[in-house]
């Protein structure tokens, strides 16, 4: 796909006045953002504790998304990618295999630190790992959309927590999990493909990986546990 003309831009108000609003829809939708959000959200939603959730926001936003941020910042700094929005499907090896490397830190962090936590999060740092993996091995040979990707996985893990009748709110889950679904993820889909960021085809396999292989890691996992 072709790059967008602000795309080697870290102006958000830049990049936002020459694109609208598919951009400021890519640019919040960032997948770094992700899983803190729905760490956060899953914590709220289990009645966790505010020490408890504290911890595991801290552990997910270094682990998540300032570690791999600061690489990505790094090679748009040397030149090595000119495009933060990574169009180019090999530049994005070295930034799966780091993030893969800090999401596994993170789980092992979350299994030391907070054992008292509900299981489920643990289960939710392996799936995001898992997911990495899977991504990273996907990317060797075609890209799919992680924005996209990122959002339907948000939507099946508040779907998961609904079904499994373990929520404290769960008028707010099912409500959060079609949200997701059934808003926020055609709305990425549109943007990121009118950026032309991604292809049709990549923005459906990122939202089908999302959904299906989310269900089918947790399935094992709680198999497995």
């Not at 505010?50 to 600061?70: G, H, R």
């Not at 099946?156 to 679904?181: D, K, M, R």
């Not at 889909?189 to 396999?205: C, D, F, M, P, V």
Request: net charge neutral; proline share 4%.
């Amino acid at each position: 796909m072709a790059q967008s003309s602000v795309d080697s831009s870290l102006n958000v108000f830049k990049r936002f006045a020459e694109e609208g609003v598919a951009r400021l829809i890519s640019d919040l939708g960032n997948p770094l953002f992700m899983p803190p959000l729905v760490i956060g959200i899953s914590c709220l939603l289990l009645g966790e504790t505010l020490e408890i959730t504290a911890l595991l926001l801290v552990v997910s936003v270094i682990c998540y998304t300032i570690l791999p941020f600061t690489l990505t910042f790094y090679l748009f700094k040397q030149g090595i990618i000119t495009s933060m929005d990574l169009p180019i499907r090999k530049t994005r090896t070295s930034l799966y295999a780091f993030s893969i490397a800090t999401a596994a830190v993170a789980s092992f962090l979350i299994y030391l630190l907070i054992p008292a936590a509900h299981p489920f999060l643990l289960m939710l740092s392996f799936v995001f790992l898992i997911n990495l993996s899977i991504a990273f091995i996907l990317n060797l040979k075609w890209k799919i959309s992680v924005h996209s990707a990122s959002v339907a996985v948000a939507g099946t893990v508040y779907a998961v927590i609904y079904f499994w009748g373990i929520s404290e709110f769960a008028t707010l889950t099912i409500i959060l999990s079609l949200l997701h679904l059934l808003v926020l993820l055609p709305i990425m889909i549109w943007g990121r493909y009118h950026l032309k960021a991604h292809s049709a085809g990549e923005l459906i396999g990122g939202s089908s990986s999302g959904i299906f292989l989310t269900i089918l890691e947790i399935m094992i996992i709680q198999y497995l546990w």
